[in-house]
């Protein structure tokens, strides 16, 4: 008198997160055989074969990630929890916000896959070493459309800055370049003032094979100064000093010089001192350092070199290549009055 029986069915466990399947057990009679067994109303019966794996979570380790320019790659580490069964992978991508892709760092979209029972990966983004002196720039990377049944976690977005440390090396490139200055003093002291006097009076500093016809033009119109402000002691003698207070002495010089004419020429053409100086005189005393104002802010890396230009230079062309006649006239007509 059994009435009840139980049948097994056998359900392969793969460790690889699937949705939820299920299959069909139907009951019949068995052929060829007399019986007297017959089949109730329910005769199917519906399995469902819950999945009980853990694909788990994904998401950044870190928001935020620091890099040097000069590492030339981020390396970011890519986190699996609450769970790693199966084979899973998600993609990710870079995207920018003040840092520049293919100028500051390289841009990816690829796809990141974890192995069954992996928990961490790195991925790598690699860095554009410039070297040039810039303010620190940021970039994000986002993990986006997971498979295999993993979710993205709750840092699904990292922001990489990349700090500039070109300062640095700007600065020990100038600190072995003063030495080496130093060291190249002991040697040229006695022929760098002649030197000073062949380049002047040689077409692109006697590099003739580059030279241009520019380079040629320039020279004939400028070999007089070159010749003459080679007179001017080179920096090795006397620490600078006497370079300095020649090249000042031969500015006061050609200003004086620049105002008198000015002056001179505007007595003959009939206009009042003030219109003089305010067109003549600036137009050749200032309009060079106009060109010399725009060579520093092309070349400097800051503007202190075009701005110290344009407020040093004219200060000196003031106060002392006009201040200086006017006080020396001063003194000596003072004199001559007692």
């Known amino acids: 008198g059994q009435q009840e029986k139980k049948i097994t069915i056998h359900v392969i466990d793969d460790n690889q997160w699937e949705p939820d399947e299920t299959f069909f057990v139907k009951l019949s ?21 819950i999945n009980d794996d853990e694909p788990g979570y994904i998401e950044f380790e870190e928001t935020i990630n620091l890099v040097k320019e000069s590492v ?9 929890i609450n769970g790693a069964d199966g084979k899973v992978s998600v993609h990710y991508r870079t995207k920018d916000i003040d840092a520049v892709g293919t100028k500051d760092y390289e841009p990816i ?16 983004i690699p860095i554009i070493n410039d070297l040039e002196a810039e303010k620190d720039e940021s970039f994000a990377v986002e993990l986006y459309d997971p498979t295999g049944g993993a979710q993205i976690g709750k840092h ?10 070109d300062d640095y090396k700007t600065m020990a490139n100038k600190m072995a370049s ?6 190249d003093k002991l040697s040229v002291t006695k022929t760098s003032w002649g030197q000073q006097f062949r380049d002047a009076m040689n077409v692109n500093g006697g590099d003739l094979e580059t030279a241009k016809f520019g380079h040629y033009v320039g020279h004939s119109l400028s070999f007089f100064w070159k010749v003459l402000f080679a007179f001017v002691p080179p920096t090795s003698i006397a620490g600078g000093w006497l370079t300095f207070f020649v090249s000042l002495l031969f500015i006061a010089i050609l200003t004086a010089v620049v105002g008198d004419v ?21 137009l050749g005393t200032s309009l060079p350092d106009t060109f010399a104002s725009m060579i520093a802010a092309k070349n400097s890396k800051t503007a202190d070199d075009a701005i110290g230009n344009v407020t040093g230079s004219n200060s000196v062309n003031v106060f002392l290549g006009l201040g200086l006649p006017w006080l020396v006239a001063a003194i000596y007509w003072e004199s001559k009055v007692r």
């Not at 030339?72 to 699996?80: D, T």
């Not at 690829?110 to 790598?124: D, N, Q, Y």
């Not at 003063?178 to 060291?183: A, E, K, N, S, T």
């Open 109 to 124: 979209d690829t796809e990141l896959v974890f192995e069954h029972g992996e928990i961490s990966k790195i991925i790598a």
């Open 72 to 80: 030339g790659k981020a390396e970011i580490k890519v986190v699996r």
């Open 262 to 282: 000015a002056a001179i020429f505007g007595c003959l053409v009939g206009l009042k001192d003030s219109i003089t100086a305010i067109s003549f005189v600036a």
């Open 29 to 49: 009679l068995p052929e060829g055989e007399e019986t007297r067994t017959k089949l109730g109303s329910k005769t199917v019966a519906l399995v469902t074969i």
């Open 156 to 165: 699904p977005r990292t922001v990489v800055t990349i700090i500039n440390d």
């Open 178 to 183: 003063l030495v080496q200055v130093d060291i």
